[in-house]
Each structure stands twice: as structure tokens, then as C-alpha cells.
Nanobody, 115 residues
């Protein structure tokens, strides 16, 4: 089992920035995809951003141009740089790592953006 530990959430004013970090306890496969999801109160969990081992990225339209996902293979970590934050970005953010048939999840970190 792979454990993912997230950090970096918090309270920020609209227009501010936060960086979320995620560290994995071990590797399982050489091929993997890191992703960040979020879930706002009363809404379903949605994919925010993902990045493959080849560096291909995908972002939900709402965050394009504001968020950047990246990873460090040697340190087995990923992060989500969030700029120009908006109140509608308020949610619990979850890190995930898909390796072969397995998907691991972090415990979630709260991001709150005040107007």
C-alpha cells in the first residue's frame, strides 16, 4: 500500500497563492500519473489537474492559466501551484497517484479562499 501525505492547504484571500504538496511513501510501478482532485461542500469530487510520467498535463477549464501541476520523480513527490485564487476554488483538495491498476489517495487538505 502506498501512503500519500499532503500539506500546504490553508486560508488565503482572493487573488493570493498557495502550493499544495504530496509525498508518496514508495514506488509501485515505473509508469504513473499524479493528479489533484477537489471536492467543495455539496458537490462531487472533480479532477483539477493531472500529469503523466512523460510530463503531459491536463487541467480542468476553471483552473487553466492559474494552476500548475508538477512532480519530482527522485523525491516521489508532486505539487500543485495555485495562483490567482478565487472563492470558488474553496474545497478539500486530494492528491492521488495512479500506478498501473492501483490508485492511492491522500487524506485531503482544506483550501479556503476568502473574498
Amino acid at each position: 500500500q502506498v501512503h500519500l501525505v499532503e500539506s500546504g492547504g490553508g486560508l488565503v484571500q482572493a487573488g493570493g497563492s498557495l502550493t499544495l504538496h504530496c509525498a508518496a511513501s514508495r514506488y509501485v510501478y515505473d509508469m504513473y500519473t499524479w493528479a489533484w482532485y477537489r471536492q467543495a461542500p455539496g458537490k462531487e469530487r472533480e479532477l483539477v489537474a493531472e500529469i503523466t510520467i512523460g510530463g503531459h498535463t491536463n487541467y480542468v477549464d476553471a483552473v487553466k492559466g492559474r494552476f500548475t501541476i508538477n512532480y519530482d520523480n527522485l523525491r516521489n513527490t508532486a505539487w500543485l501551484q495555485m495562483n490567482s485564487l478565487r472563492p470558488e476554488d474553496t474545497a478539500v483538495y486530494y492528491c492521488s497517484k495512479r500506478e498501473g491498476p492501483f490508485t492511492s489517495w491522500g487524506q485531503g487538505t482544506q483550501v479556503t479562499v476568502s473574498p
